[in-house]
């Protein structure tokens, strides 16, 4: 049997990210075998994230950044079963690994992402490997990405919540950042009111319409009041008629006119492990 030295140990577990244990018995049952030993953990690794597959995996990290000019962003969610592992250095490092491809080749969808590589290993042969190192269920659940003239992101500490939005003109980067945790904060369903889904409108205005019924308001007033708290729901919910965070005193709308009366917010992406 050939001897597992320490620094072999080493050399695997910095290879695969594997704990130290895991790389020695690796080696052992590898006899001494770095390419073999390093199958043996990957193949490991897949076993466990079969056998954990049907696992709820609602924690982890989600990551948001740009390009050099800021002209695009990208978004990810990796999952795992806990909060510790979430925690991890490995766990957020692999993350942003993927977060960086994402962001350099622009997949087109979730599934895309999946299937580039990183120095030669698919993402998707890299995350089911990655249960093997956690001992947890790993998933990556999310992606996406805006292209703007000017894109800023934003992560909560933390890592459970990540924004980012786009805009029509460069503009300060704290007044990007600004509305970027505005949008973390008031969690808006549309940038305006006029880009509400229909069945989202249509569903609040019933919502109004059932709660002013058991209120015991007169029928024929009914419709009215729906159209009331509508209008209110577009308020609360929509980001340009929002009230700033930073300043209550003005909506998003009007901040963003006292820096540029043409400026605009063209696209907004925000994802929470948390709701």
């Known amino acids: 049997m050939a001897e597992v030295t320490a620094a072999d140990v080493a050399k695997l577990r910095k290879m695969t990210g594997a704990g130290m244990m895991d790389c020695k018995n690796a080696l052992v049952e590898a006899n001494g075998d770095i390419d073999k030993a390093i199958e043996i953990i990957r193949e490991r690794g897949k076993a466990i994230a079969t056998?954990?597959?049907?696992?709820?995996?609602?924690?982890?990290?989600?990551?948001?950044k740009v390009n050099a000019n800021a002209t695009r962003g990208a978004m990810v969610v990796l999952n795992c079963e806990t909060d510790f592992v979430a925690k991890n250095a490995?766990?957020?490092?692999?993350?942003?690994?993927?977060?960086?491809?994402?962001?350099?080749?622009?997949?087109?969808?979730?599934?895309?992402?999946?299937?580039?590589?990183?120095?030669?290993?698919?993402?998707?042969?890299?995350?089911?490997?990655?249960?093997?190192?956690?001992?947890?269920?790993?998933?990556?659940?999310?992606?996406?990405?805006?292209?703007?003239?000017?894109?800023?992101?934003?992560?909560?500490?933390?890592?459970?919540l990540a924004t980012m939005v786009g805009?029509?003109?460069?503009?300060?980067?704290?007044?990007?950042?600004?509305?970027?945790?505005?949008?973390?904060?008031?969690?808006?369903?549309?940038?305006?009111?006029?880009?509400?889904?229909?069945?989202?409108?249509?569903?609040e205005f019933e919502i109004g319409r059932e709660q002013a019924r058991l209120e015991g308001k007169p029928e024929n007033m009914l419709d009215k009041i729906a159209e009331g708290k509508l209008q209110k729901f577009f308020k609360e919910s929509?980001?340009?008629?929002?009230?700033?965070?930073?300043?209550?005193?003005?909506?998003?709308?009007?901040?963003?006119?006292?820096?540029?009366?043409?400026?605009?917010?063209?696209?907004f992406k925000r994802v929470s492990l948390n709701a």
Do not use: C, W
């Open 51 to 64: 056998k954990r597959a049907g696992r709820e995996a609602g924690e982890g990290a989600g990551l948001s």
């Open 238 to 267: 929509t980001l340009m008629n929002q009230d700033f965070v930073k300043d209550n005193k003005m909506t998003i709308r009007q901040y963003l006119q006292s820096i540029d009366k043409d400026l605009k917010i063209v696209a």
């Open 90 to 160: 490995d766990f957020v490092g692999f993350t942003q690994k993927i977060l960086e491809i994402a962001l350099e080749k622009a997949p087109a969808n979730l599934d895309a992402l999946k299937d580039l590589s990183i120095d030669g290993r698919k993402i998707s042969d890299m995350v089911a490997e990655f249960s093997g190192v956690t001992g947890e269920k790993v998933d990556l659940s999310y992606y996406d990405q805006i292209n703007a003239t000017f894109v800023v992101p934003y992560i909560h500490p933390g890592n459970k």
């Open 167 to 203: 805009f029509n003109k460069v503009i300060d980067l704290q007044a990007g950042k600004d509305i970027a945790m505005q949008i973390a904060a008031m969690s808006p369903v549309s940038i305006d009111k006029d880009d509400v889904p229909e069945d989202v409108k249509k569903k």
